[in-house]
């Protein structure tokens, strides 16, 4: 990248935006909340093996960078073991006074929690790079220093710095007026970390960078929201039943489908469309609007026969699985979920990452100038669902149409209320439905997790993607900066960018909401690390014994969240489900041994128990494994 220097950082010479995220890439900027704005140069972005860099556009309107951010650079020779650095296995060491490697939030001076590891996708080591992730997201709008220290190699021995942090840190002269003219700056670092108990002279290296707001974040679907709310006002969602289905089997007497009309924000409802942002740099309402899909299915809890009186269900909506589509509602453990316990469940497709949206993504794997497509149509998909569940609880909505009544006109809906209930993607994309959801208050995530940037690697669905990308994007040593570039984007669209504010804490005109969290033990497509960092970041506490002694590869298990202390609970929680799989590496790789738990916890029936006394108005979680480990065999 020798074309890029001046849009380079001359701390990490590895790749051109290393260290990464870092504040070198940004701008004073007094109109965001966080007084700066990302400032990416095309020169300096990363390219494919067409030699076209990433367009830095949709970046650089955010006022700062993830707060799951993957922290991504390179020290050459380092043993983590012989630095003695935090592991995935004992992150409280991160928060040590004389840890190796520390981040220290620069208003507070607290040390945050994360973990270190090196990629171990790359083949060799030359090209490995140093990554350090989050165990709970950073403060939304703070600041923070990254410091590593005492960097050792493989024989124990120091690895010195590079020259030109070597003339920071010793107050030497540097070789040019450019980087003179940051010595103020890291000065200030250096006063900051000594503030918190980091000398300066055991110093390798250090930076800082500045984590978005959750205006800037979130404000592009919370204006979507607010904007087609308005105009909906009182009103239903206009719909179209366009199918019915009787006796279609055992659990379900009958199988409703049809569209409702959305307001539309991408330029295009085909795969592929993105926004069109105004000045003000929010999503610009499309002059036509757009169908979106619906399945219900109605159980014969609720309506046993044609000539049956209905018995009104508890409504609730449902997310359907990685690339899906609306239609696994009809899914054998859904309609067991519904007739057990009474539910009208009903799913849209989640757009952007549904199954007529895959030919996209594979094509933005070639050139990530257009990932932001995908954040963008999951953001219309979250809206969906928004109507959606109000379509479940209006009276002029569904309740009003003769397929969602018995012969003698009762409703089969119980309108009080509406809930959401979805597993893996849906369990993923649900946690942002339920941030923003004025309607929906509790909801069971299955399978969830935060965020894409550590799920993607440690998945087994990422193989199919990675072939292109990688491709695509030959340099080893960039990857993992590929991974965290996109997150800033896909932070508007998945549950990383609102996580801070899916229970308490809720975003503007927005109430608080509960959410259970089901976690499969081994997953070997939702990673169960990443479930535990979104446990902790929402204020989950945990159900125990999560596990039998030994299961967990952790020092101390569950580390920060808390012990559900008696039951029934009213609060968040995370409940782990153990099918007996091989504990999952403890490296950036996916989990392949055994048999993959991911669909277990929703095909248990206790757990399902569990999910049905959650989802009430006056919920809560219940102990349904009578006081040890959670099965799902």
């Not at 700066?36 to 990363?46: C, D, E, K, N, Q």
């Not at 410091?147 to 030497?172: E, H, K, Q, V």
């Not at 018995?406 to 009080?416: A, E």
């Not at 089901?518 to 596990?547: C, K, M, W």
Request: hydrophobic share 40%.
């Amino acid at each position: 990248n020798a074309d890029c220097t001046c849009a380079c950082d001359f701390l990490d010479p590895s790749a051109c935006m290393h260290p990464f995220p870092n504040d070198f890439f940004t701008i004073p900027d007094d109109t965001t909340p966080t007084g700066r704005r990302v400032h990416f140069s095309l020169a300096g972005m990363p390219r494919n093996a067409s030699s076209k860099p990433i367009d830095p556009l949709d970046y650089n309107v955010a006022d700062g960078f993830s707060p799951g951010a993957l922290i991504t650079l390179q020290v050459p020779g380092v043993d983590l073991a012989q630095t003695g650095a935090a592991p995935i296995t004992d992150i409280e060491r991160s928060l040590d006074a004389d840890a190796p490697i520390v981040l220290v939030n620069a208003d507070t001076l607290e040390h945050h929690l994360f973990w270190a590891e090196l990629d171990a996708i790359a083949a060799s080591d030359e090209d490995r790079a140093l990554i350090l992730r989050p165990a709970v997201n950073l403060v939304e709008g703070g600041r923070y220093i990254v410091a590593l220290r005492n960097m050792r190699d493989s024989a124990g021995a120091l690895i010195p710095p590079s020259a030109d942090f070597l003339g920071y840190r010793d107050a030497t002269p540097l070789d040019t007026a450019a980087k003179e003219a940051r010595r103020a700056h890291m000065e200030e670092l250096f006063t900051t970390l000594a503030a918190a108990g980091v000398a300066r002279g055991d110093l390798y290296l250090a930076w800082d960078f500045t984590v978005a707001s959750a205006a800037s974040t979130t404000k592009r679907l919370l204006h979507m929201r607010d904007d087609a709310f308005a105009r909906l006002g009182s009103a239903a969602p206009t719909f179209v039943v366009t199918s019915t289905q009787d006796e279609v089997d055992g659990n379900v007497f009958r199988k409703v489908e049809g569209t409702f009309l959305m307001d539309r924000y991408p330029i295009s409802p085909l795969p592929g469309g993105r926004f069109l942002v105004g000045p003000d740099e929010l999503p610009v309402r499309q002059p036509t609007p757009q169908h979106a899909n619906f399945v219900c299915i109605i159980p014969r809890a609720a309506l046993a026969s044609a000539t049956a009186t209905a018995v009104p269900a508890r409504a609730s909506v449902y997310g359907h699985g990685l690339f899906g589509q609306a239609s696994e509602v009809t899914a054998g453990n859904v309609q067991a979920m519904a007739n057990e316990h009474n539910f009208v469940f009903c799913a849209t497709d989640w757009i952007g990452m549904s199954l007529t949206d895959i030919p996209a993504a594979l094509a933005a794997t070639g050139d990530l100038s257009n990932f932001a497509t995908l954040p963008d149509r999951l953001q219309q998909a979250a809206l969906n669902f928004l109507f959606l569940a109000r379509l479940m609880i209006h009276p002029d909505g569904f309740s009003s149409h003769v397929a969602f009544r018995d012969l003698l006109g009762n409703p089969v809906l119980d309108t009080s209320n509406v809930f959401y209930d979805g597993n893996s993607q849906g369990g993923i994309a649900g946690g942002m439905v339920m941030a923003v959801s004025q309607d929906i208050r509790r909801g069971v995530l299955g399978v969830p997790g935060i965020n894409y940037s550590t799920l993607l690697t440690r998945s087994v669905d990422f193989d199919q993607f990675a072939i292109p990308l990688y491709a695509a994007y030959p340099d080893e040593m960039e990857r993992s900066l590929l991974l965290s570039l996109i997150q800033m984007l896909w932070d508007r669209g998945e549950p990383n960018g609102y996580a801070h504010h899916m229970t308490g804490d809720p975003l503007p005109g927005t109430p608080t909401h509960e959410v259970l969290l089901h976690e499969a033990f081994g997953d070997h497509q939702v990673a169960n690390i990443a479930t535990e960092v979104q446990a902790r970041t929402i204020g989950a506490s945990v159900y125990q014994p999560a596990l039998a002694p030994g299961r967990h590869s952790d020092v101390d298990p569950f580390f920060a969240i808390p012990a559900i202390a008696a039951f029934p609970f009213e609060g968040s929680a995370l409940v782990v489900w153990d099918s007996g799989t091989p504990t999952p590496p403890i490296t950036n790789t996916p989990p392949r041994d055994g048999s993959d738990p991911h669909g277990r916890p929703r095909s248990t029936p206790s757990a399902r128990v569990q999910k049905s006394e959650f989802l009430r108005a006056d919920g809560a979680v219940v102990d349904v494994c009578s006081g040890a480990p959670c099965l799902a065999p």
